[in-house]
C-alpha cells in the first residue's frame, strides 16, 4: 500500500496537466470536477496511507520510496525519492484536506471569475509541488517542490493580470523570497560539498558524525537555511511581500498565503532539525526572529483596515510563534501550531471572502458593520475562527497549541523569561487585533447591505474547517490518548527529539498555564471596550500627532517597505540611472548611428529612374571589370 | 575568303555595345531602348563568334544561339511590359516608370 505513495502526488499534476491542455474547452462545471477532484481524491488516497500508517505503521515509523535516479553525477547523487514519517504524513493530511476544502469553496466562488480553469490549474499545481517539497526526501528534490510553490505562488498572486497593483505584488512576492531562495542554495552547495550527499537523512547523520556541536559548519549551514525559511515563510526581516500578496483571490490567500506554502521555511527548519541543534546560536537567532516577528506583525495587525491584510500579518505573525518554538527545540509544538493554524486561518479567509464578496469587493472593515444579522454563517465560522487564532481557553483548538508553545518556551533549556514575555503579549496583541474585526465587521451600526445568498459549497468547507478549527486540539491532544495511545506525539517523537526541559515547579507551572488564558480572554476584553463599548477612546488617540504617527507607521508595516526603497530600491535605481551614461554605451551606440547614416545615404540612390539604375549596372561593371583587368 | 583579324571584330563589337549602352541611357522611348538591349545583345554575340572563329571551335555559336533565345524572351517580356506601362500610364516614356517608386 505504502508502494503506492506516489499517486498521492500523481493526482495533482495530472489534474493540472488535464486543466491546462483541456481547460479552455470544456465546460465549467467539467472544470470544476477536475480541479476538485483531482486534489479530493489524493486527499482520500491519502486518508487510506495514514490510516494504514497508524494501524500497522512500518519499521522505524517511516517508509521511503525511490522513484528514479534524478542527477547521477557524483558527488551529486540526487535520487528523486519521497519519505513518508510522522512529519510527512501530518503535512500532507494537513495540506490535502485544506486544499480540498479550499477547492471546494473556490469552485463556487471563483465561478463569476475570468480564468475558471487556469485558476484550477494553477491551484492543482500548487498542491502537487507542495507534496513534493514535504514528501521529498532529497534536498534537490525538496528544492523543487520549494520553488515550485514559489512559482505557483507568482501565478495566482497576479492572477488578475490585467491588474498593475496585482502584477506589481506577485513581482514583489517572487523577487523577495528569491533572497531567500538563493541563501537556501548556498546552504545546499556547502551541504554536497562538505556532506557528500543531498538525502536529508544522510546528510543530518554524517553531518553529527563529522561536527561537534557548536562549530563553524553547521552554524554556516543552518544560518543559509533560516535565511531561505525567512523568505519563505515572510518572517522580520523579509515579510513584506505576504501583506502584498493578499491582492491574490482570497483562496489563494487561504491555501498558500496562510495555511500551506508560507509554512515551508517552518517544515524546513523541523526537518532539518538535526543540522540545527548543531549550532545553538542558530537556534537562538530563530527563537529571536519569531519573537520579534510575532510582535511586530502583531502591532501591524492591530491598525490594518484592510480585512485581508489584518489576516495577512496574523499569519505571519503566528508563523512566528511556530519559529519560536522550533528556536527553543520544541519541534512538535511548532507542527502541532501548523496543523491547527492551517485549519483555523483558512477557515477566518475563508469567512472573509464571503464578507467581501457579499459587500461588493469591499475590503475595509470600516466601511462594513453589523453584518452579524445578514450573514449568520460567516459571522458564526469567522467568530469560530477568531477564538482559535486567539486561543480562547479549553474551547478552541488554537488555545492548545498555543498554550504548548508559550509553555515550552518557559521550560525549555533553550527559552528564556524575556522570549516567554513576547509570546505572551503576542498572546494579548491576537486577541485583541482579531476581536476588532469581529467587532467592526459584524456588530455596531449596519453600514453595507448585504445580497448575496452563499450555496452548500461555501458552506460545507466552513463548517468542516470550524469543526476542526475547534476540536483539532481535543482531537490530537486528549481522545486519541486515552484511546489510541496518542496519535500526535508517537509518530511525531519518531521524528524529533524530545525538548531538553528546565525543572518547573508545580506552583510555576499551574500560573504559567493561566497566564495565557488571561492575556487572550483580557485581549478580547480590551478589544470589546476599545471597538465596541467606547469606540471614543481609539478615536482621541487617533487624534493626537503622537498617535497618528503610531498609526501610519504601523499601518505601513513598520515602515519596513520605506526602508528597503530608501536602502535598496532608490540606489539601484540611482546606479541604473548613471550606467546609462556609460563611455561603452557611446561606441555601442555609434556603431548603431553609422549603420543608420550608411542607410540613409544609400537610400538616396533609390530614385526610381530607370534609366540612372541602368548607368548604374554599367558603371559597376566597369568598374568590377577594371578591378579583375588591372589585379 | 580572307580572315578577319580577331581585333576588328572585338573592336566592332565594342562599338556596337556602346552604341547600344549609349541608347538605353540616352533614350526615354521605351520601345527605343529595348532595341537597344537588342544592340547591346548582339555586340556580346558578335564577340562570342569571333573568339570561335578565331580557335576554330563551335562553342562561340553555340553560345550565339542562346543569346538570340534570350533575347527573344526578353523581348517578348519587354514588349508585355511596354503594352501594360501603356495602358496604365498612357505613356511609352521610360521615366514614367519613376511613379512606381515606393
Known amino acids: ?631 | 575568303m580572307t580572315n578577319i583579324p580577331m581585333d576588328a571584330a572585338l573592336v566592332c563589337a565594342s562599338l556596337l555595345f556602346v552604341t547600344g549602352l549609349a541608347g538605353v541611357l540616352a533614350r526615354r522611348n521605351i520601345i527605343v531602348v529595348l532595341l537597344s538591349i537588342e544592340i547591346m545583345l548582339n555586340a556580346a554575340g558578335l564577340a562570342f563568334i569571333a573568339a570561335g572563329s578565331r580557335w576554330a571551335r563551335p562553342d562561340g555559336q553555340i553560345m550565339f544561339l542562346f543569346i538570340l533565345a534570350a533575347a527573344a524572351a526578353e523581348g517578348a517580356v519587354g514588349l508585355a511590359l511596354v503594352l501594360r506601362q501603356n495602358h496604365s500610364a498612357k505613356t511609352i516614356d521610360i521615366d514614367a516608370a519613376g511613379s512606381m517608386k515606393g
Open chain 1, 1 to 631: 500500500m505504502f508502494g503506492f505513495l506516489w499517486i498521492v502526488i500523481a493526482l495533482p499534476f495530472a489534474g493540472f496537466l488535464a486543466l491546462a491542455i483541456f481547460g479552455g474547452r470544456i465546460k465549467k462545471s467539467a472544470v470544476a470536477q477536475v480541479g476538485v477532484g483531482a486534489t479530493a481524491l489524493s486527499a482520500l488516497w491519502a486518508l487510506c496511507i495514514g490510516t494504514r500508517f497508524l494501524i500497522s505503521p512500518p519499521a522505524g515509523y517511516e517508509y521511503t520510496q525511490v522513484l528514479w535516479s534524478w542527477v547521477p553525477v557524483a558527488p551529486l547523487m540526487s535520487v528523486f525519492s519521497f519519505r513518508l514519517d510522522g512529519l510527512s504524513l501530518i503535512m500532507i493530511l494537513v495540506i490535502l484536506i485544506v486544499a480540498s476544502l479550499i477547492l471546494l469553496y473556490s469552485s463556487e466562488s471563483m465561478a463569476h471569475e475570468e480564468g475558471y480553469a487556469r485558476f484550477f490549474a494553477y491551484m492543482n499545481l500548487f498542491v502537487g509541488c507542495m507534496l513534493v517539497l514535504v514528501l521529498a526526501n532529497d534536498l534537490l528534490v525538496l528544492y523543487l517542490g520549494w520553488e515550485g510553490v514559489g512559482l505557483c505562488s507568482y501565478l495566482l498572486i497576479g492572477f488578475h493580470y490585467k491588474d498593475p497593483a496585482s502584477i506589481r505584488a506577485s513581482k514583489k512576492a517572487f523577487i523577495v523570497t528569491r533572497i531567500g531562495d538563493v541563501a537556501f542554495m548556498i546552504g545546499l552547495f556547502l551541504i554536497v560539498k562538505n556532506l557528500g550527499t543531498l538525502q536529508v537523512f544522510g546528510a543530518l547523520q554524517k553531518a553529527s558524525l563529522l561536527w561537534p556541536v557548536g562549530s563553524p559548519f553547521p552554524c554556516a549551514v543552518s544560518l543559509l537555511l533560516l535565511t531561505g525559511a525567512i523568505g519563505k515563510s515572510a518572517q522580520v526581516p523579509l515579510q513584506v511581500w505576504l501583506p502584498d500578496a493578499m491582492a491574490g483571490p482570497t483562496p489563494v490567500s487561504a491555501l498558500i498565503h496562510a495555511a500551506t506554502m508560507v509554512i515551508a521555511g517552518v517544515y524546513l527548519i523541523a526537518r532539518m532539525h538535526g543540522l540545527f541543534l548543531l549550532s545553538p546560536a542558530v537556534m537562538g537567532m530563530t527563537a529571536c526572529i519569531g519573537a520579534a516577528t510575532l510582535l511586530a506583525a502583531g502591532c501591524a495587525a492591530l491598525m490594518q483596515r484592510d480585512i485581508k491584510r489584518v489576516l495577512a500579518y496574523s499569519t505571519i505573525s503566528q508563523i512566528g510563534y511556530m519559529f519560536l518554538a522550533l528556536g527553543v527545540g520544541a519541534f512538535s509544538a511548532a507542527i502541532f501550531h501548523f496543523l491547527v493554524h492551517a485549519f483555523f486561518k483558512s477557515l477566518l479567509f475563508l469567512a472573509a471572502g464571503v464578507v467581501i464578496q457579499s459587500c461588493n469587493e469591499e475590503h475595509d472593515i470600516f466601511k462594513m458593520g453589523g453584518l452579524r444579522q445578514t450573514l449568520p454563517w460567516a459571522f458564526w465560522t469567522f467568530l469560530i475562527g477568531s477564538c482559535s487564532l486567539s486561543a480562547l481557553p479549553l474551547v478552541s483548538a488554537g488555545f492548545y497549541s498555543k498554550d504548548l508553545i508559550i509553555f515550552s518556551v518557559w521550560s525549555s533549556t533553550m527559552g528564556n523569561g524575556w522570549l516567554w514575555l513576547c509570546a505572551e503579549a503576542g498572546a494579548l496583541l491576537t486577541a485583541v487585533y482579531s476581536f476588532r474585526v469581529v467587532f467592526i465587521v459584524f456588530f455596531g451600526a449596519r453600514r453595507l447591505i448585504s445580497l448575496k445568498k452563499t450555496g452548500l459549497r461555501t458552506n460545507l468547507p466552513l463548517a468542516i474547517l470550524s469543526f476542526f478549527a475547534l476540536g483539532a486540539g481535543f482531537i490530537l491532544l486528549s481522545v486519541p490518548q486515552a484511546v489510541t495511545g496518542s496519535f500526535f506525539s508517537n509518530i511525531l517523537n519518531a521524528v524529533f527529539p524530545a525538548p531538553a526541559l528546565k525543572n518547573v515547579a508545580p506552583g510555576v507551572s499551574t500560573l504559567l498555564h493561566l497566564i495565557s488564558p488571561a492575556a487572550s480572554i483580557g485581549g478580547i476584553i480590551i478589544a470589546w471596550v476599545l471597538f465596541l463599548k467606547k469606540p471614543r477612546i481609539v478615536q482621541d488617540l487617533a487624534q493626537n500627532p503622537a498617535g497618528k504617527i503610531l498609526h501610519t507607521f504601523f499601518l505601513e508595516g513598520l515602515w519596513f517597505d520605506r526602508l528597503y526603497a530608501f536602502l535598496f530600491v532608490r540606489p539601484f535605481v540611482w546606479a541604473t540611472g548613471y550606467m546609462r551614461r556609460d563611455p561603452l554605451v557611446f561606441y555601442v551606440k555609434a556603431i548603431a548611428r553609422s549603420a543608420e547614416s550608411l542607410h540613409k545615404a544609400l537610400s538616396l540612390t533609390q530614385t526610381g529612374n530607370v534609366r540612372w539604375y541602368a548607368a548604374g549596372i554599367a558603371l559597376g561593371a566597369v568598374i568590377i571589370m577594371a578591378i579583375g583587368v588591372l589585379l
